[in-house]
């Protein structure tokens, strides 16, 4: 057993560890919400795919950046009781926590490479829902009209999208426009600045970028939130455990 001063020591080093584990976990839950949120509304995007885990994930970050905080403060109570019992039914919490908390990390990175690791499966997606009158597609072409709109762009990778490749939106609206009047600029009446510069494809009159490096970058920050803050909380939470567990062992 170690001296009285040592153990007060280990004691105070443990309430510390759980104190900003305490503040990280409740960063966790806030950034998790965030995601779970959708703040840049491109869960559409994700959820045709069928893979939509980096919002599985985030809802499993806000159970776990909770948990971490409610169970943080019963450690710093169970350090300062110095009962083994008190502190064995902490570190089997935190343990649990640990193991969900892990789940929620993979989750999210892999989606993020799966959803985003290059440009053919939103183009895919796009290509084949956009302009169609289901329920999906009528999600994702609103989701495509606002993003073209706000981003100022057209297409996955650029407006020849919607030539080279057969889409929904050709086979309906392809005697009429080249690709969809959300690529042409407007007035701030909301007009379309010039439809027949926009038709012929003229430079000036509408958005030449593609919109898959916003996508890319909203659903890498999204993974950064859930995934890599998560794992930077989960590595942090791994040594304090290893301390709590000595401070255990060292309880009478």
């Known amino acids: 057993m170690a001296s009285r001063g040592s153990l007060t020591w280990l004691m105070i080093i443990v309430i510390l560890c759980n104190a900003f584990a305490a503040a990280a976990g409740l ?52 350090a300062l009781k110095k009962r083994r019992s008190l502190m064995l039914a902490y570190l089997i919490i935190m343990f649990i926590i640990f193991i969900f908390e892990c789940a929620s990390c993979i989750t999210a990175a892999t989606n993020r490479d799966y959803l985003v690791g290059n440009s053919n499966l939103v183009k895919k997606q796009m290509l084949q829902y956009y302009a169609d009158g289901s329920s999906k597609g009528s999600q994702l072409t609103n989701t495509w009209n606002r993003v073209m709109q706000d981003v100022e762009c057209c297409g996955t990778d650029g407006p020849l999208d919607w030539i080279e490749f057969n889409s929904t939106f050709r086979q309906t609206y392809g005697s009429t426009y080249p690709w969809p009047l959300n690529c042409c600029k407007r007035l701030s009446s909301f007009e379309v600045a010039d439809p027949e510069g926009c038709k012929i494809g003229q430079s000036s009159t509408m958005f030449t970028k593609g919109c898959f490096n916003h996508i890319e970058s909203v659903f890498s920050r999204y993974t950064w939130a859930v995934s890599w803050y998560g794992f930077s909380v989960q590595m942090f939470v791994f040594f304090m455990l290893l301390i709590a567990m000595v401070y255990y062992t060292q309880l009478g």
Do not use: Q, R
């Open 27 to 78: 960063a966790l839950f806030a950034l998790a919400i965030w995601v779970a949120v959708d703040a840049y509304k491109l869960y559409p995007i994700s959820g045709a795919s069928g893979k939509d885990d980096i919002f599985a994930g985030a809802w499993i970050a806000i159970f776990t950046g909770f948990a971490y905080f409610c169970t943080t403060i019963f450690g710093i109570y169970a």
